[in-house]
């Protein structure tokens, strides 16, 4: 696996020479009004689209997005945190899938393990309260069903993954909701919204992450998870 | 990115190298009988193949598919607002996974952007009335949860991308429909369904689209999409 | 199409090199844990992990995992059948994204078309009444919306695909359960899972390939399964 093997996103050139008007919604529209717009930052937009196609396993357009990502803000032990966490909620080939061109990126601007976050850091104080109400919900409903997936859930989901401290609270909320609305799990963006809320995300910013993804998932997607935001919003006033 | 960089669908000889099952049931079943069936254009099977394979972001047979849709009467210029349409429903990712493809094809053929809808045309005339109707319902569900949802809806999707004349009413409708199906978003089927039979898709014609795509999207898919369109079938009669 | 074409995984120092935890969670928890458990034999595991991979196209880890199978008692004909039902359940796209590493085992291990089941062998015996009562439902649900996808569903998958010898009732329906979780069709998984049951799957492995595949189709796809297996599992009790 070399950098040479990473496919490129097409050059704008390359997309006007099948489709001028794609070109135009990309430059005119995408770029140049949403991703300019005040209510969500650059920053988060990053993080939003990364999370989409790592979602998606659009390796295509990944190695530009975690460039783009570096260059707003998000730091390579973000990326690596949030490519790892992205294996637990997306798949493990979606992950692993997002090695190859991430590799690219930190290869050519020289990253190196050391700024990565470590394997077995010190977690993040766990929140009894709430991890051990999530606990005994899943564990009533699913015990009897599949243990080895209680066991997991917590063991390595809420116990560990979600306690590395290399990537705050706010945001793996922010990752774990964007790639429920790019796989439409619409269910279970109820429990991550409301963590997201919990953890600093404004309704402002909340809502405007459905205007963004919604051009890196698609319409239908962000339609179908609109419903379940609407309740999200409508329990927290 | 050049044409060789491009992958191509694995040949007969190689189908069979791995399954002779499988390269029987191409030859014989979706070739011979599926293809061959009268229910639905061998231009609208193109049209409907095109548009799962690029909402499944299969790039590796999305070649072959282009150059058949082009041998069977679909024009370069619909080709290139097929991929533009979708990638507003299913995601930027997929539309641009696509541009290598076609390109490659376009290339070959000598098609240039003078063959290509503009990025601006002149648009066709809005249906006042129903758009009307369709912005009020959005809005009344989704105006406070998600303002830039509501504004992109109108002003890219339905007073913009539906209204290029590059692609009929009814073709643009029937790309949708198979996207929609493609990618489990059975809720808007109903929507757009319906979209299509009041632009000229007839019900058998509806109604084969689903049996030709179950092959692209496999049956589960088709499955799920079944009691939609059920409904649909009943509500017009 | 070459094998030097056919993309492979990363190895542990590339996925080191991203992210030392996702290597850690790699193989301490999945390979070193999950895949030790005794509740499913490594065989199952591996037929699970194929059907989830060729589910979501994941061609980069598809090689490593086709030979794994083979390592561990899956048949080079059994991975051919594999291949072949997913094209019929997850779409043809799926199927043939698969061939070309497939294949490229297959040269590497010198398995020639002797060893893989016929395009048209003797099937194994239709269970008439079984049938009948499923052919009857589907006919009274969708007999009038789309003739074509009953006629197929019967003639190509359950008077044909089904019937092939080359792969084990009960392992076809293991690889549909697996597909359908991975592309969470959920509806779908209450036929199937009961039929991998009547086929022999016992509880203990049922529950445990749902623990195993929420790995390769992330936790939320699993999530979403778990209410539909509770209620298959207390059904048969």
Known sequence: MSTSNVSSAPSMDEIRAVSPALARYTTEGLVGEVWARPE??????????????????QTTLQRAYFEKALDNGVTPGELSEIVTHLAFYTGWGNALAAVAP????????????????????????????????????????FREVAPGVVKYTTDFLFRDLWLRPGLAPRDRSLVTVSALTATTQV????????????????????????????FYTGWPAVMSALPVVKDVFASRT
């Open 102 to 141: 991430l590799k690219a990126v930190f290869d050519a601007r020289g990253v190196d393990q050391d700024a990565l976050p470590a394997a077995s850091p010190t977690l993040l104080p766990l929140d009894e309260v709430n991890e051990s109400k999530r606990a005994t919900t899943v564990q009533g409903l």
């Open 40 to 57: 969500l930052s650059t920053r988060d937009r990053c993080i939003v689209t990364v999370a989409a196609l790592v979602a998606k396993a």
């Open 187 to 214: 269910a279970q963006i109820t429990f991550h919204l409301n963590r997201a809320m919990d953890n600093g995300l404004t309704k402002a910013e909340a809502s405007e992450v459905f205007t963004h993804i919604a």
